[in-house]
DNA sequence: AGGGAATATGTGACCGTTCACAATCCTGGC
DNA sequence: GCCAGGATTGTGAACGGTCACATATTCCCT
């Protein structure tokens, strides 16, 4: 059957597109309640008894009853139930950046959960980080649905996270925060510090002098990957070099890569995300430098290519999708009341040891490329 | 401010939680038209005559009633207003897997454009393509929005795009369809055929005896990419080897890398999208032949990263954004009823050379990883 | 047979907005 | 000074459900 309600696939003279005289430009009132329950010879109340699963309804009505529904095509009216009810049952996802991996996953993740709880979810993109733009945002987020979860990883989110008004039940997954936040927060994150300090730990296990940091962008000042770092090479009694401040992609990665090519005394590369060590890896191989004999490379998230990559990527697990679902089940239980709300962890960042990450070689041969 | 309206950063003893007593818990009434009403001192309609923009309302009115809506901080309620105007202006995207790049993308060009037209985007994902969920997937997006676009690049999607009601405004990116539609389908797609055509030439330009296929999958009894490449093939006068059929992701195209890297006839592959590529160029390497030097892949979709592998990904550009930006602007043509509904291709397929395919070698020396 | 709980079903009001249709206010032309 | 007609504002009735509260029916028990 055709989408557009074309039953004969006729090619010749467009039918006269609906022009003046027709009685089809007029809102095809859609069958309601109240026809249903005329065609079923019930009051409408009945009805929506049947389609709210009341369990008050004869078992010989709620069948005649959903034989109209069935034979009427009758599909309660969302928007009508929602004004009706005040209830909300959806919610909108207010997100920067849906392709990159981190993003995507927790997306999912949320998504899931949402389904299985019979939530609609939407979403409503951060096109930057400007105020105007990250007001709009929310305010999509905020009419269109009864509440709202922020993925605030990076900045734009997090001041859209600040700016959704305060009657609006919201959840956000963040950046672990700096000190541990008021019971009553709606947050939930990962543990970057315990993933920094792991991979930092793993390097420095192999031999490597220090540990070099690629960041990606952070809203508080002192990072929690950045302070993991820290104190995986301060139990080490290292010094810690500047980090090189990146963005979220492998371009961003590719450049910081060439920075830190030039110096020769760089032999471990922590990267804040997978994308960045794969620009990272390839900015090194253009100067020559192979991984992970010359420089080795640790990313952070374990995104499903890093496995593929050559060399493949060792890297630190973390699990975004397992962090949606628990946004999604904080928001849940604002929205109930059921349960109170805490703020906490998710998961176990989990270091996954792959190829780009070696013991220290005082010596490697380098090779220019080609 | 801070989400739950503390203003103050006060580290020290979290306060207590909007715990028990507080008027809090109770259904907030939201503020209506009406409340704005009377604190303007006009009547409703007047009220909403000025949220809706109407130029039948003196300056001074407006005014005095854009106070009263700032000061009692009004927002419309989108579900009264739907119902009452039984407009739409929502819809729901219907798409599996939103971590993969073409989905990504495709659903980034649709929010674009549905954001830029005052659209909210809701999302329901195809958990598989089992009748059941492909119905529930349907009737979610259904009822929780006035229009549907499917993301039907795969058997899932294209179920769901069947599915879909018949009253229902629908839009979809599809795969290059096999014959021309009809016109008035509201269908959008990338030319596939020419996408796998140019790639294929390319391969042969350089020399390759023949070109080997890692195909995704498909709906059409004969995909288009494979026609494509099928074609290119008989322009050049070479048998056309078997395709093999493959899944999505670089897994799949690391199974069926190995597969091919076992012959040694196999000197040039096409992969059906860049995840697969890379999943090959992997299988070769473990395999001992190196690429491009004794195997030259081929992607397709340019996705972020592949400018960045090493070697650096030969794919041909596919404008997924551009895709999902005219897929919505199919969609609103179609609700407005303002232009004719014509099937049509987006964008050109553009091959980007980069470093993972070269000139046929006879003997390449093969290496023994490590 | 009568009475009280369930069990079934119906009625009227209301959710917050828009729509259709008055009603009132101005303004300029004659 | 009066009137047509546009500018401005108001009123009542939807929109398609749910809620709160009757009103019938049944059914079981004494």
């Known amino acids: 059957m055709s989408v557009t309600g074309h039953t004969s696939p006729k090619p010749t003279a467009p039918a006269p597109a609906d022009a003046a005289d027709g009685p089809s430009r007029h809102r095809a009132r859609s069958v309601s309640i109240r026809d249903v329950a005329k065609v079923a010879g019930v009051s409408y109340q009945t009805v929506s008894r049947v389609i709210n699963g009341n369990s008050y309804v004869r078992d010989s009505t709620r069948d005649r009853v959903q034989a109209a529904i069935a034979e009427l095509g009758f599909r309660p009216n969302s928007a009508a139930r929602a004004l009706a009810s005040g209830e909300n049952r959806s919610l909108t996802v207010v997100t920067s950046n849906t392709t990159l991996y981190g993003y995507a996953a927790t997306l999912q993740g949320i998504e899931e959960a949402a389904r299985a709880a019979e939530f609609s979810v939407g979403i409503s993109v951060l096109e930057s980080s400007a105020e105007a733009h990250v007001r709009a945002a929310v305010d999509r987020a905020a009419d269109s649905s009864g509440s709202v979860i922020v993925i605030a990883f990076d900045h734009a989110g997090t001041l859209a996270l600040q700016a959704v008004p305060n009657a609006l039940p919201v959840a956000a997954a963040v950046e672990t925060p700096d000190t541990p936040p008021d019971a009553g927060q709606p947050w939930v994150w990962i543990d970057d510090a315990e993933a920094a300090r792991s991979a930092t730990r793993y390097l420095l296990e192999l031999g490597h002098p220090t540990v070099h940091y690629v960041a990606i962008p952070s809203n508080t000042h002192t990072s929690r990957r950045t302070a993991g770092w820290h104190t995986a090479l301060a139990a080490a009694g290292v010094t810690a070099p ?51 004999e010359s420089v080795s490379v640790v990313g952070f998230d374990n995104a499903p290519q890093s496995a593929f990559y050559t060399p493949s990527l060792t890297t630190v697990h973390m699990d975004f999708v397992g962090l949606g679902r628990a946004c999604f089940s904080l928001l849940h239980s604002e929205i109930e009341g059921s349960a109170p709300i805490v703020p906490h962890t998710v998961g176990r960042p989990e270091l996954i040891v792959r190829e780009s990450a070696g013991s220290f070689n005082p010596h490697p041969t380098e090779s220019r490329l080609r």
Chains 1, 2 share one sequence.
């Open 242 to 292: 500047e980090p090189v401040g990146a963005g979220w992609d492998a371009l961003a990665g590719y450049q910081a890569g060439r920075r830190l090519a030039r110096d020769r005394a760089v032999s471990a590369v922590l990267c804040g995300n997978d994308d960045l060590a794969l620009g990272v890896i390839r900015a090194m191989h253009e100067a020559g430098r192979s991984i992970p």
